[in-house]
């Protein structure tokens, strides 16, 4: 009960604003295609300044929407290849696997937020962190495409930037800098754009379900 009276207690528009980043990754997820990725990547950049559970520095702000501008302009790019038959095949497995895995992930790890004792907001904030990480998780077993899987690893990043503002809030220790969150998640963007495009050259493909075509 007190998870549930953390979001529905919440001012309307807090709780609107909280949902807009989730809601649009959740997008991304289930429809597929560049357009959808780059206008989800677009909409959380947009959404990040308003968000009231980041409660970030200025410049963290600043440099997740710069990296999710980025995410949209790679994500939105065409492709140099169709998905072949083994990206088709191996997407409608995993997927449903992933889609159960992380519905069920979901569930458990929110159900031992609930049971911490947070107040209202620290609640909202690790439950909307845990949230993207399982967004993120989901994007990368659903999507299978290389480029893309860029989004993946930027929600499961700004998932960790939520948590870490929660437990800044409530630590009284020594605490790792602000922005490291940012840039590990940077740092796996571009490893991640770097692979795609390095995939799509050489064998013509980013699906990862293609990987057949990768060989000596």
Known sequence: MHFLDAWLGSPPLDLLRSAVPAGLLLLAVLAPGRLTARLAALGVALALPLLPELAAPGWVTAGWVALWLLVAWWAGRPASGAAGPGASLGGLESGAIGLALGLALLALVEAGVARLDLDGALTRRASCGVLLIVLGLLHLMLRRHAVRAAAAFAAMGLGLQLLDGAV??????????????????????????????????VAGSAWVGDAHDLHD
Not at 170 to 188: D, K, N, Q
Request: hydrophobic share 55%; charged share 15%; net charge positive.
């Open 168 to 201: 800044r809030s409530v630590s009284l220790g020594g605490t790792a800098p602000a922005g490291l969150p940012l840039l590990a998640t940077a740092l796996a963007v571009a490893l991640a754009l770097r692979v795609g495009r390095a995939r799509e050259a």
